[in-house]
């Protein structure tokens, strides 16, 4: 699941942004030399939600959940996850006589694991054999959310610091008034981001297969003996 925030930030920093001033076209600063001066900041946070373990439906009903089909073995447990995707900006403005100028000062993103929820089947006592083979396999694809995010934060953080169009009060957008500057604002973090973060879902969706492809899976089966 992608949270689609930014354009609610955008809008939301429009509706509350205090009135432009007619002013000539402002003056656009030089831009200062590689590490002289912050001017502004990107920066990409990660968070997960605790693991949720259910044991409140039967195997069978386990089996018909989305997601539980594909491996080509008996369901015994299920891990349903969710990720999501946040955009938190601040931007300013500045109207000239003909346009209005805007640029970030701050791009916020937040990778999170939003939901993370662990099915097993209640055929198996808490505490049994199979319960905890079950969790043990479960719980690592939790793991493997967790690294992932972990990964697509830092591979955001540094395609936003490393793009070239991402407007700063150096190179802001010229556009002819608010609404304009805010969706051209909007359209060029998307830029970096979307790209990164569909191979970010591409490659999850491979990590969390392997996981249950039969000879790892093979592994749960062996431990104990009490299947149903």
């Given at each position: 699941?992608?949270?689609?925030?930014?354009?609610?930030?955008?809008?939301?920093?429009?509706?509350c942004a205090p009135a432009t001033l007619e002013l000539p076209a402002p003056e656009?600063?030089?831009?200062?030399?590689?590490?002289?001066?912050?001017?502004?900041?990107?920066?990409?946070?990660?968070?997960?939600?605790?693991?949720?373990?259910?044991?409140?439906?039967?195997?069978?009903?386990?089996?018909?959940?989305?997601?539980?089909?594909?491996?080509?073995?008996?369901?015994?447990?299920?891990?349903?996850?969710?990720?999501?995707?946040?955009?938190?900006?601040?931007?300013?403005?500045?109207k000239g006589t003909k346009a209005v100028y805007a640029w970030f000062d701050d791009?916020?993103?937040?990778?999170?694991?939003?939901?993370?929820?662990?099915?097993?089947?209640?055929?198996?006592?808490?505490?049994?054999?199979?319960?905890?083979?079950?969790?043990?396999?479960?719980?690592?694809?939790?793991?493997?959310?967790?690294?992932?995010?972990?990964?697509?934060?830092?591979?955001?953080?540094?395609?936003?610091?490393?793009?070239?169009?991402?407007?700063?009060?150096?190179?802001?957008?010229?556009?002819?008034?608010?609404?304009?500057?805010?969706?051209?604002?909007?359209?060029?973090?998307?830029?970096?981001?979307?790209?990164?973060?569909?191979?970010?879902?591409?490659?999850?969706?491979?990590?969390?297969?392997?996981?249950?492809?039969?000879?790892?899976?093979d592994a749960v089966y062996r431990k104990c003996s009490g299947w149903k």
């Amino acid at each position: 699941m992608r949270a689609r925030a930014l354009a609610a930030a955008l809008l939301l920093s429009a509706a509350c942004a205090p009135a432009t001033l007619e002013l000539p076209a402002p003056e656009i600063p030089r831009r200062p030399a590689p590490g002289r001066g912050r001017f502004h900041r990107f920066k990409v946070q990660t968070s997960a939600v605790p693991v949720d373990v259910r044991r409140d439906l039967s195997r069978e009903e386990i089996s018909r959940l989305p997601g539980a089909a594909g491996s080509g073995l008996q369901t015994q447990g299920l891990t349903t996850i969710k990720h999501s995707l946040a955009t938190h900006t601040r931007f300013s403005t500045a109207k000239g006589t003909k346009a209005v100028y805007a640029w970030f000062d701050d791009v916020i993103l937040e990778v999170a694991v939003s939901s993370d929820v662990i099915h097993i089947p209640r055929e198996y006592a808490a505490g049994s054999c199979e319960y905890q083979a079950v969790l043990e396999h479960e719980r690592g694809h939790g793991r493997v959310a967790r690294e992932l995010a972990v990964a697509l934060a830092g591979r955001l953080e540094r395609a936003l610091m490393a793009s070239d169009h991402i407007p700063t009060r150096f190179d802001p957008v010229v556009s002819a008034d608010f609404a304009s500057a805010a969706e051209h604002l909007k359209e060029d973090v998307a830029k970096v981001v979307d790209p990164i973060y569909d191979r970010f879902e591409a490659e999850h969706k491979a990590a969390q297969e392997k996981l249950d492809r039969p000879d790892p899976y093979d592994a749960v089966y062996r431990k104990c003996s009490g299947w149903k």
